[in-house]
């Protein structure tokens, strides 16, 4: 199993462009999320899902949209790239029963710089 | 809003030596507490857990304790080694559902 994965690893933009950073989990997980992590801070919500074709605003959502058309991926959007969005970027999941209910398992992060 | 409270942000030891990192959570409903421990440029694991029945947990070098009244646990390391040198993380949920909700890390550095 892969666990959970993350393209790209490296993106670097400019002011007002977009892109989507792709999360992908193999575990059959129902609950999946995307952080973001600022140097020397923690891991801040950004977007979660619950299950397939639903997702709901985190912590800090403005900038962002998300979508989580297949069970398995949970893509993030940023419509129009701003410098204050350089951070690193980790998805996660989690599943809904069981052990798997209990652990987060992250991605290998996204790291986007935009300047 | 429900808020984990860690400290302290960073924490500095000599090799050998133990270290003890404290968090405080605000929802009484939370009844698993994992710690994740996060070296430079990779992701977060998990690296021990407690539930809410259990007021102790040792796992070789590092241990877990909670205080359910006082909604306060802690994570112990003994022996640090230079290798325990990262980032942790707190954080708590109910097991019931999806969110968890994380402390702001502790950086820990163990100097040889």
């Known amino acids: 199993n892969a666990g959970v994965t993350q393209t790209p690893k490296f993106r670097v933009l400019k002011t007002g462009q977009s892109m989507t950073l792709l999360c992908a989990q193999d575990?059959?997980?129902?609950?999946m999320y995307w952080y973001r992590q600022d140097p020397g801070m923690g891991l801040r919500l950004i977007h979660y899902?619950?299950?397939?074709?639903?997702?709901a605003k985190g912590e800090v959502p403005d900038g962002y949209n998300v979508s989580r058309l297949k069970k398995q991926n949970f893509l993030l959007g940023l419509e129009s790239a701003a410098p204050s969005q350089t951070s690193v970027y980790f998805c996660?999941?989690?599943?809904?029963?069981?052990?798997?209910?209990?652990?987060?398992?992250f991605g290998p992060g996204t790291r986007l710089t935009v300047t | 809003g429900e808020n984990v409270e860690q400290h302290p942000s960073t924490l500095s030891v000599q090799e050998g030596d133990s270290a003890v990192i404290k968090c405080t959570y605000s929802?009484?409903?939370?009844?698993?507490f994992p710690w994740y421990k996060q070296e430079l440029g990779k992701r977060p694991q998990l690296i021990i857990d407690?539930?809410?029945?259990?007021g102790e947990k040792k796992d070789q070098r590092i241990a877990v304790t909670l205080n359910k009244t006082a909604k306060h646990f802690s994570l112990h390391i003994t022996e640090t080694q230079p290798e325990d040198s990262a980032v942790y993380f707190c954080?708590?949920?109910?097991?019931?559902?999806?969110?968890?909700?994380f402390g702001a890390g502790t950086r820990l550095f163990v100097k040889a």
């Open positions: 996660a999941s989690k599943g809904s029963s069981g052990r798997s209910q209990l652990e987060q398992y």
């Open positions: 407690i539930r809410s029945n259990v």
């Open positions: 929802d009484s409903a939370s009844n698993y």
């Open positions: 954080a708590a949920q109910n097991t019931g559902g999806f969110k968890t909700i």
């Open positions: 899902s619950v299950g397939e074709g639903t997702t």
């Open positions: 575990m059959n997980h129902e609950y």
